[in-house]
């Protein structure tokens, strides 16, 4: 009999031990459409995966399967409540081991302050995050280790990314080697468990681009869609660092709450994420909690030295830089 459970399930906000969560699903299959978590389960010719499909698995996400058919779904009953006890009850089902990865931005820092779990950074020496990171960790008392990269790192890193992620393009490349440096640097701290701040963004208005869309409801509702192949490409680097991401806003509660959002309170005049700003400054700095951050790609300093790699390689663009790279791959 084989069994394997990747991740982690709670029921109702109680986190259940593997080998409950194991036992309860080789007894019954359909005991999993009540799991909550980020959890992928195969046992005896039976999987289930959790609702968003956080964890990555051979089925698709929010379904049980025996035998190759689906014969149910995954339905994650936690209840919302009010957008802060949301947030803390998805942060708190996080916070028994792991590495919040830090970038001085509202997202990470309020996971980072309701977690109280070490933090890591990594960009290149004077980068916008690890300044910012390096900052928000002093102000608001976070312990934070600074990983810095290397720029002859940079390209070794690319390889074995474009080997990896499903969709190559220069920004799924740059994100999903930053995600590479940030998992190896929890990795090699002994982490196997990173939290990051995926999905606010999208659930909350958080792109600059948001504040001049025509119908903002739809625009958001598209963007979260893309967060299952966003959640593919980062768990797929992760693992060359076996290492899993956590993502506490993408916990059913989280979704749920700010779905009942207004779009008005998440975009609004020149502010984008206004609930999740008002909820992170009753926990960090007002300062912190409402200043703008640069996406991680152009934070770290990734970007910019992807752009360099390409430019002295002779080629015109990055993307032209990475289709050699794959033909060497």
């Not at 995050?129 to 790192?153: K, N, Q, V, Y």
């Amino acid at each position: 009999m084989t069994s394997l459970l990747r991740g982690w399930v709670e029921i109702r906000g109680e986190r259940i031990p593997a080998g409950e969560v194991i036992s309860r699903f080789r007894r019954a299959p359909m005991a999993a459409s009540e799991f909550g978590g980020e959890f992928f389960i195969c046992v005896d010719g039976c999987m289930a995966r959790d609702t968003l499909g956080i964890i990555p698995g051979e089925i698709p996400p929010g379904t049980i399967a025996c035998n190759g058919t689906i014969i149910g779904a995954v339905e994650n009953r936690a209840k919302a409540g009010d957008l802060d006890a949301a947030i803390r009850e998805a942060v708190r089902l996080r916070s028994d081991q792991g590495v919040v990865a830090l970038s001085g931005g509202v997202d990470s820092t309020l996971i980072a302050a309701l977690a109280a779990l070490p933090c890591i950074c990594v960009g290149t020496v004077g980068s916008h995050d690890t300044e910012c990171a390096g900052m928000a960790a002093r102000r608001a008392g976070l312990d934070c280790s600074l990983t810095f990269i290397r720029p002859g790192d940079i390209e070794p890193a690319i390889m074995d990314v474009i080997s990896t992620i499903p969709c190559i393009t220069p920004v799924n490349v740059a994100i999903a080697t930053t995600q590479y440096f940030i998992t190896l640097a929890a990795s090699e701290e002994g982490h196997s468990r990173v939290l990051t701040g995926q999905g606010a963004d999208e659930l909350f208005g958080g792109y600059s681009r948001y504040l001049s869309a025509q119908d903002l409801e739809a625009e958001l509702a598209r963007d979260f869609v893309s967060l299952r192949q966003q959640a593919d490409r980062d768990q797929a680097v992760a693992t060359l660092n076996q290492v899993l991401l956590s993502m506490p806003y993408l916990d059913m509660r989280v979704v749920r709450a700010a779905g009942a959002l207004p779009v008005t309170r998440k975009v609004s005049g020149s502010l984008r994420k206004i609930a999740l700003r008002e909820v992170a400054q009753q926990y960090i700095p007002a300062d912190l909690a409402w200043a703008d951050k640069k996406a991680m790609q152009y934070g770290s300093g990734v970007w910019k030295e992807i752009r360099h790699l390409a430019k002295r390689g002779g080629f015109s663009c990055v993307a032209e830089y990475l289709a050699a790279l794959q033909r060497r791959a």
